[in-house]
């Protein structure tokens, strides 16, 4: 019989330390860049931080040039959701950025989404980043041997509901599995019911990205082909981990720190 669990790479525990070399790179690269993500400053400036970080950490960006992508990290403003291209717009006060990046290390990928806020923000823009930062993390820690799939999806939901009935769920775009490719079975959604899809094994590598809208999660692509923005206008946080389910329990394979959940 052939089982969804079957179309699931499985790492060694070799391959999965070396799928933490390449989170390790996206780890302090989205540090360097979140640390000069200020007002007056160009998202191409912050592409630019990217680059030199990927370059000189001996990595390679997977996004630059992945079905044409122009850049090495996606920078999404406001109401912009994901897939943000890099370009001449200056951050000003009061901006919700999130930074997308992706590094290749000996063939492994790591993938990781921070938001920043820049300069002062409004209590409810920052409390959507944190919110949705949580989900993420109890979606992380569902990444456990044993587990199903979509327990994972289910935390992430569990979280933001509980937060509030004023955060939208993006649908439309999901996690996924990853590591010799970086996007991999299977689609890991934000949300859905506990118990069901393919049983969690160590060696198995997702990334977690819950994208949470300050309002009705409709999305659409503008014109560039690439950005996504929250059709209503509403802002947007967006925030990404790659996990290893290990014998361990799950290892945040792209904190700047080693942390086994
Ligand atoms: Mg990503
Ligand atoms: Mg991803």
């Not at 000189?56 to 850049?71: K, V």
């Not at 921070?114 to 923000?121: A, D, R």
Request: hydrophobic share 45%; aromatic share 6%.
């Amino acid at each position: 019989m052939f089982r969804a669990q079957d179309r699931i790479e499985v790492k060694t525990p070799a391959q999965i330390d070396a799928m933490r070399v390449a989170g390790l790179v996206v780890a302090k690269t989205l540090q360097r860049v979140a640390g000069m993500t200020k007002a007056g400053v160009t998202t191409a400036d912050m592409d630019e931080c990217a680059a030199a970080s990927i370059r000189d950490e001996g990595a390679t960006p997977s996004f630059l040039g992945y079905h044409g992508f122009p850049a090495h990290i996606c920078v999404s403003v406001n109401d912009e959701v994901v897939h943000g291209i890099p370009g001449p717009r200056r951050l000003a006060d009061g901006d919700v950025v999130s930074v997308d990046c992706g590094a290749i290390v000996d063939g492994w990928h790591g993938d990781a989404a921070v938001t920043v806020l820049v300069g002062k923000s409004a209590v409810n823009l920052a409390e959507l980043s944190r919110v949705t930062e949580q989900s993420l993390w109890a979606g992380l820690w569902a990444a456990r041997a044993g587990n199903r799939l979509s327990d994972i999806g289910h935390a992430v939901e569990s979280a933001i509901r509980s937060a509030g009935p004023q955060y939208g769920i993006v649908e439309d775009y999901v996690g996924h599995g990853i590591g010799s490719r970086m996007h991999m079975e299977p689609a890991v959604p934000n949300y859905g019911r506990p118990g069901k899809g393919p049983r969690l094994v160590p060696g198995m590598a997702l990334a977690i990205e819950p994208m949470v809208v300050l309002g009705d999660a409709g999305v659409h692509v503008l014109d560039d082909d690439w950005t996504v923005v929250a059709s209503d206008g509403s802002y947007a946080s967006h925030w990404e981990h790659t996990v290893a389910v290990t014998d361990d329990g799950p290892w945040v394979l792209t904190a700047l720190d080693d942390v086994r959940l």
